[in-house]
T-cell receptor, first 112, second 112 residues
Framework: EAGVAQSPRYKIIEKRQSVAFWCNPI?????LYWYQQILGQGPKLLIQFQNNGVVDDSQLPKDRFSAERLKGVDSTLKIQPAKLEDSAVYLC??????????FGEGSRLTVL | KQEVTQIPAALSVPEGENLVLNCSFTDSAIYNLQWFRQDPGKGLTSLLLIQSSQREQTSGRLNASLDKSSGRSTLYIAASQPGDSATYLCAVKANYGQNFVFGPGTRLSVLP
């Protein structure tokens, strides 16, 4: 069974530029999460989808971050314009019916 | 609001030792608790999932216990090996359909 796929693995941009990350969850997983992980900390939820609907986006900085999951499968997270403090690893995860969480390898963003 | 803490922040042990990692959470009304391993520059790998009705789960040299009344979980690693060196994170889920709240992790070093 294929795991959670994410791309790109690494991205370096300058502040005020835009960036997009893509995620394809495990087949059949209805729930998809985007987390932000800053070095030395645990992941922090940005947004949670159930199929193509948003369940929780209370911690998403909506003035610069956006995410969509149009067909209820893969998802895109966008940052525009990026700030220095957005440098982090962006992790995508999906969960099974048992509630177990599975993560992708992450996308490491460096904002200069 | 659920808060998750992990003590110690870092731990160094000689190879072959048995060790215990701790996870504490403030709200005992949880749906499940999951332990993860994270290697540097990688995503999170699921180790064990404990449902709220369970007291423990075992996988190989790993044993995780859950005591909801005291808001604690422990991850026991038997006969530690250098390959066990990684950061170990726990995460709790309040209800089915809600997101996981993560602890900051314990960075484990097993010395040969």
């Amino acid at each position: 069974e294929a795991g959670v796929a994410q791309s790109p693995r690494y991205k370096i941009i300058e502040k005020r530029q835009s960036v997009a990350f893509w995620c394809n969850p495990i087949s059949g997983h209805a729930t998809l999460y985007w987390y932000q992980q800053i070095l030395g900390q645990g992941p922090k939820l940005l947004i949670q989808f159930q199929n193509n609907g948003v369940v929780d986006d209370s911690q998403l900085p909506k003035d610069r971050f956006s995410a969509e999951r149009l067909k209820g499968v893969d998802s895109t997270l966008k940052i525009q314009p990026a700030k220095l403090e957005d440098s982090a690893v962006y992790l995508c995860a999906s969960s099974s019916l048992t509630g177990e969480l599975f993560f992708g390898e992450g996308s490491r963003l460096t904002v200069l | 609001k659920q808060e998750v803490t992990q003590i110690p922040a870092a731990l160094s042990v000689p190879e072959g030792e048995n060790l215990v990692l701790n996870c504490s959470f403030t709200d005992s009304a949880i749906y499940n608790l999951q332990w993860f391993r994270q290697d540097p520059g990688k995503g999170l790998t699921s180790l064990l999932l404990i449902q709220s009705s369970q007291r423990e789960q075992t996988s190989g040299r790993l044993n995780a216990s859950l005591d909801k009344s005291s808001g604690r979980s422990t991850l026991y690693i038997a006969a530690s090996q250098p390959g066990d060196s990684a950061t170990y994170l726990c995460a709790v889920k309040a209800n089915y359909g809600q997101n996981f709240v993560f602890g900051p992790g314990t960075r484990l070093s097993v010395l040969p």
